[in-house]
């Protein structure tokens, strides 16, 4: 079944699944472009993982549709497969194995023929630094390597949609820095899904958030904008010689000052109107001795915070009686 | 994809130090057998010389041992079966099959088929120590040959029960005790019934394997190893597909 738009790599509609009797996943719904790096964000038993299960074909949803390159992954399960590359959160490893016999039967597995699979087997023992790891046995090496040997399966067969469950888990820092460089790399050309609870993760290599809770999608933007949600426009700023706390308010757009220390103060202001220009000819001609300008910036931990509570709140304002309700408008209306 | 499986199977068979020494073992015991029996043969050959329509040599060293041999697999092979499934559903190795563009079918057969080449190697070297017999003697090959086929054919069949209960849990220890319990429940059922047309002798594989044993190629014993082998081959690919449903 072709898809109208070849640039959408993978769509996945109305997913719902639960174990039992309690239901894990509602309602999800996901699209993804090539080129495009999108991040899974989410508590602890937020759904993350099982949503990525039902997208590699190792689960099958309750209800809901999978398409993998335009094939559907719950009629053609193995022409579908044959496009993903899948990190689970413990790597599938053959411990017995060599790194090098490990990756060449992922590479058969994923139906490469085997004329190709030296030069992509060269490729991704270089893009994961196992170049001279590859005559190891996969059970004698640390932690942060098998990892990288567990990326390099997924990316081994130039998958078109990459999965990856939590991919820094477990690697030291230079290690880390490394592998993010690597899937941003990869979502240049492939699409890539990656689930975590790091937000420094989001920030530095995501395109695309997408804020998962209770099996829910609750927040889906670019991680760009995500950093915007909630945020507050202003700067504060270091005057050597500062004036009057009135002599900052009274610029235009300023909408609140507020005193941090003897030198330095916050300053907020309309999102129409940035005073920082203003402030700089003011500062100037009055010998205020300007040291320091730096914008307010929503850390992505405060809005990833502000979203799940919004939600939890909204939740509960569900459940709550009438009266609470009235309460609410009331204060809104003072 | 079959044999991708079946070969990645006997790598990481052949790369355990354990399998070598189970080999080695096992290699030692059927050896054991074969001379212990060739003694007593060498015993009382003089005695044989005087009946009329003696067993051959073949019939008197080649039939029991493989008899032996049936005995022994029907305890052995659980053990080999034990990881198949079990074992990588432990290790976490399972969704990297379940997430490549297989089919159950194809994931079950190629365990099987890496299974049966290992069983293979390790039986291959008894109808090699009998042939060393032709140096002195003239050997019956149609009877050592019905008794390799009802061989093969009967560890098909433990493998394949192996397979399954291998696929039903997470604990290769369960699965290996869990294969022994029901190859041994039918061993046990089949000697234990005393009247010759109990339905518990036709469900027994080791009884099937008995005709082959005497070099009878029976269609019927041929026809119940394949389904044996085949019923239980489905219920683990059944089994797998499950996975996917229950997670």
Redesign the interface.
């Known amino acids: 079944m072709p898809n109208a738009t070849p640039d959408l790599t993978l769509t996945a509609r109305k997913l719902t699944r639960s ?1 039992g009797n309690q239901p894990v996943i509602h309602d999800v719904s996901l699209q993804l472009k090539r080129g495009e790096v999108l991040g899974l964000l989410g508590h602890n038993g937020a759904g993350k993982s099982t949503t990525m ?1 039902m997208l ?5 949803p309750d209800s809901g549709s999978i398409e993998i390159c335009g094939i559907d992954l719950l009629r053609h ?6 496009h ?1 590359g ?1 990190l ?3 790597p ?6 060599t790194v090098r ?1 490990y990756l060449v ?2 590479a ?4 490469m023929q085997s004329a190709d699979v030296p030069a992509a087997l060269a490729l991704a023992l270089q893009r994961c630094g196992l170049t001279d790891k590859s005559k190891k046995l996969i059970g004698t090496l640390s932690k942060g390597y098998q990892q990288r040997v567990g990326i390099a ?1 997924a990316i081994i067969h130039q998958p078109a949609v990459i999965i990856l469950d939590e991919p820094t888990v477990g690697l030291d820092p230079t290690q880390i820095r490394e592998i993010r460089a690597l899937i941003r790399e990869l979502g240049n050309r492939h699409s890539v899904i990656l689930s975590t609870h790091l937000l420094g993760e989001v920030e530095s290599i995501c395109d695309r958030v997408e804020i998962m809770q209770h099996g829910k999608l609750i927040y889906g933007d670019t991680s760009a904008r995500m950093q915007q949600y909630g945020q507050v426009s202003g700067f504060t700023v270091s005057l050597r010689n500062p004036p009057a706390l009135s002599a900052l308010q009274d610029i235009i757009g300023v909408t609140h000052v507020e005193q941090l220390s003897e030198r330095q103060f916050r300053v907020l202001h309309t999102t129409e109107h940035n005073p920082s220009a203003e402030l700089l000819t003011l500062a100037a001609q009055h010998g205020w001795q300007l040291e320091q300008l730096t914008p307010l910036q929503a850390r992505l931990e405060d809005v990833f915070v502000k979203i799940t509570d919004e939600q939890s709140t909204d939740i509960k304002d569900v459940a709550r009686t009438e009266s609470v309700a009235a309460r609410t408008v009331e204060g809104v209306n003072k | ?1 079959i044999r ?2 079946a070969l ?1 199977e006997l ?2 068979l052949f ?2 130090p354990s399998t070598w020494f189970v080999l080695a073992v096992l290699q030692f015991i059927f050896a054991w057998f074969f001379l212990a029996r060739l003694d007593a043969f060498l015993e009382i050959q003089p005695q044989l010389a005087q009946v009329a329509n003696a067993p051959g040599v073949t019939a008197s060293i080649a039939a029991p041992l493989f008899n032996v041999i049936a005995l022994l697999l029907m305890m052995l092979v659980p053990m080999f079966t034990m990881r198949l499934i079990a074992e990588e559903r432990r ?13 159950s079918a194809q994931i079950v057969l190629g365990k099987f088929f890496g299974l049966m080449l290992f069983l293979m190697v390790l039986m291959a070297t008894t109808p090699m120590m009998l042939y060393t017999l032709q140096l002195g003697t003239s050997l019956d090959h149609g009877l050592l040959w019905s008794n390799v086929l009802g061989l093969v054919l009967l560890s098909a069949c433990y493998a394949a029960l192996g397979l399954y209960i291998s696929a039903l849990t997470s604990q290769p220890i369960i699965a290996a005790i869990g294969a022994l319990a029901v190859l041994l429940g039918l061993w046990l059922a089949d000697i234990g019934s005393s009247a010759l047309d109990s339905p518990w002798h036709q469900l027994s594989p080791l009884n099937h394997f008995q005709n082959f044993n005497y070099g009878l190629l029976d269609s019927g014993d041929a026809a119940y190893f394949v389904l044996f082998s085949a019923v239980f081959l489905l219920l683990a690919m059944k089994r797998l597909n499950n996975n ?2 229950y ?1």
């Open positions: 174990f299960q590699t074909g190792c689960l099958l399960p193995t022409q579908a497969k044959a993903i899948y689970p959160e413990t599938p490893l053959y411990r017995e194995l016999d039967f992922a058969r597995l994923r139906g399966q | 994809m991708l499986l990645r790598r990481s790369s355990m290790n976490q190795t399972l969704t990297l099959l379940l997430s490549s563009p297989l089919s996917r449903v997670g």
